[in-house]
């Protein structure tokens, strides 16, 4: 029934692949994107559903062990090479699974132009949910570098870029079969969306928050072994002097101080007098102890001497924790590897001088609801502080970057973020850089950001896009 040419399959699988990861930095040939899955699509037809999960499954292969080409090094210096590679071998397959699944049920409704699109939002959607909620590599990442439609997450969130990337592949894919005014008609709507996406990307700003970020560029390994921490604080501590006084909010990166900082009243005092002497407010991380519980924490230390504490609760699998039901079967060799650390109560605005700041720390940036929520309980600002010298001079930093910048889009809200080693940036709620960094820069940057503003997306959040699958299924059952 079937007659296949492996070697056009395969040709055509190299094309896809390489269409994905040329769309991803350090390349970001962004429109690339929107042809990525053409060459998948068009031979679907010459393969059986089995094919179809195997093509897409080597997809995913082709990207992903190209994206985290750097886990083996990183991994390597708390382990074996051996264990690093295996460890790297899992990830890429645990992920390349979705693909699989997607072509797979994309060959079940073949002829449909819209089942696609709805596939892929419902498969990306799991794979930020759960024990091992993963979210980077996205087909909507690449169109924060394509202002007007970027700014359609604000109305349907980073799955509605989604939605729209697969659409316009299936389209691409099956232009010929379609008739003149399905044509046109698909052509109108996609001019439609950029000139929108221009209007909808305007704002007028009425008020600003003067805020400053400290970029220390320290040895994220050497922090690791608790060493080098009075001298990364003092490193910080002389860039916050050079900055201007009187600032709404200084912010310092992820796990600056790796150590308790509950538990170590040196440094608590040292901060208190430099948010005293330079009247303003301090946000940095470190690590928190309560009980048996530990938490990677920002401490938010206000210029009259109090302190409040947000707790990391989107916790990175395997990395911060291993996630249930694993714990029960990882042997104890692995799981002395883990951080170990617990999760904080829930994503909930620290509150300085009126003004609510959402904060989230590395890994929480990675996903939707985290700042849905901190923007729905009437955060001005979200921040984020991250340790990205782990991945440092690999694509991954300017891949977090995106992703911040579409919390920020996605909620209409301001995007601070705090690397250690960079990128540390400023950006409005229209995802438009404001201030940059250079990665390995020792420096401290300051600015005025816009307030926030109203994001439909934040009001409904995904219910539209599942709302319109729900609609779609029930119409294809009716007419089955």
């Known amino acids: 029934m079937f007659r296949v040419n492996k070697f056009k399959i395969l040709i055509y699988l190299f094309i896809s692949a390489l269409f994905y990861i040329l769309s991803f930095p350090p390349f970001n040939f962004s429109f690339l994107i929107f042809f990525t899955l053409v060459p998948l699509f068009s031979i679907l037809s010459e393969i059986t559903q089995k094919k179809a999960f195997i093509l897409g499954f080597l997809y995913g292969i082709g990207f992903n062990s190209v994206n985290f080409y750097w886990i083996p090094s990183l991994v390597s210096h708390f382990t074996s090479i051996g264990l690093s590679i295996f460890v790297y071998l899992l990830l890429i397959i645990y ?42 590599g996205s087909f909507g990442e690449p169109l924060v570098h394509i202002y007007p439609l970027l700014q359609w997450a604000s109305v349907f969130g980073e799955l509605g870029l989604v939605f729209l990337v697969v659409l316009v592949n299936t389209i691409i894919a099956r232009f010929k079969e379609l008739d003149f005014r399905r044509k046109i008609s698909f052509i109108l709507v996609f001019i439609s969306l950029f000139f929108v996406g221009f209007f909808i990307g305007r704002g007028d700003y ?31 501590k002389d860039l916050t002097l050079n900055l201007p006084d009187n600032l709404d909010l200084v912010v310092w990166a992820e796990s600056v101080l790796f150590c308790y900082l509950n538990h170590s009243p040196i440094y608590l005092k040292e901060l208190r007098e430099l948010a005293e002497l330079k009247n303003t407010n301090l946000l940095l991380g470190s690590l928190e102890m309560n009980g048996r519980n530990i938490y990677n924490s920002a401490y938010l230390i206000t210029k009259d001497g109090r302190y409040d504490v947000h707790r990391k609760a989107q916790l990175v699998p395997f990395v911060e924790e291993v996630p ?43 996903f939707s609801d985290p700042s849905r929520l901190l923007s729905q ?26 992703q911040s910048l579409l919390r920020g889009v996605e909620n209409r809200k301001p995007i601070i973020q705090v690397a250690n080693t960079g990128i540390t940036f400023f950006a409005d709620p229209y995802g438009s850089i404001i201030k940059e960094t250079k990665e ?12 926030g503003g109203f994001s439909l997306y934040t009001f ?21």
Request: charged share 15%; glycine share 10%.
């Open 95 to 136: 992920l390349s699974i979705y693909y699989g699944i997607f072509l797979w049920g994309v060959k079940r409704k073949e002829n449909s132009i819209f089942f696609p699109a709805f596939f892929m939002v419902f498969i990306q959607w799991i794979r930020s949910h759960g024990p091992l909620a993963f979210n980077w």
């Open 206 to 236: 009425n008020s600003f928050i003067k805020v400053g970020a400290v970029q220390g560029s320290y040895d994220s390994f050497s922090k690791y072994f608790y060493t080098n921490i009075y001298d990364q604080f003092k490193v910080h």
């Open 440 to 451: 390995g820069e020792k420096v401290a940057i300051y600015g005025e950001v816009p307030k």
């Open 324 to 366: 249930f039901p694993f714990n029960y079967i990882i042997p104890e060799y692995f799981r002395g590897l883990v951080g170990n650390y617990s999760r904080g109560p829930g994503f909930y605005p620290l509150s300085i001088d009126g003004e609510n700041i959402g904060v989230l720390i590395c890994f929480e940036s990675l």
């Open 460 to 480: 409904w959040g995904d219910i539209p896009l599942f709302l319109g699958f729900l609609i779609f299924l029930l119409i294809k059952l009716i007419k089955e």
């Open 377 to 402: 309980r009437h955060s001005n600002m979200i921040v984020v502080i991250t340790n990205d010298g782990w991945f440092q001079g690999t694509p991954a930093v300017y891949q977090h970057k995106n």
